[in-house]
């Protein structure tokens, strides 16, 4: 399963402490930021859990940022 959001992540130092967070709360979780997009996309991939978008964008707005899920 592959979920994809859009962010307003710019940093780069801010995408690898938000990705500390998502592995640390989400171990089935693969996550990876693509800060080139225009959409400053992650992109989460599990094959063993289903993805829970709700839990991943009150994780980036307890950190302060926004996310929202990409249509398909």
Known sequence: MVEVFKTNVRARRHARLLLAQIHANFR??????????????????????????????????????????LPE
Do not use: K
């Not at 996309?41 to 994780?59: D, F, K, N, W």
């Open 28 to 69: 089935e979780y693969r996550a990876t930021f693509d800060l080139e997009d225009c959409d400053q996309i992650l992109r989460v991939e599990s094959r063993q859990a289903v993805i829970q978008p709700l839990g991943l964008i009150q994780l980036l707005q307890e950190a302060g940022f926004q996310a929202e899920v």
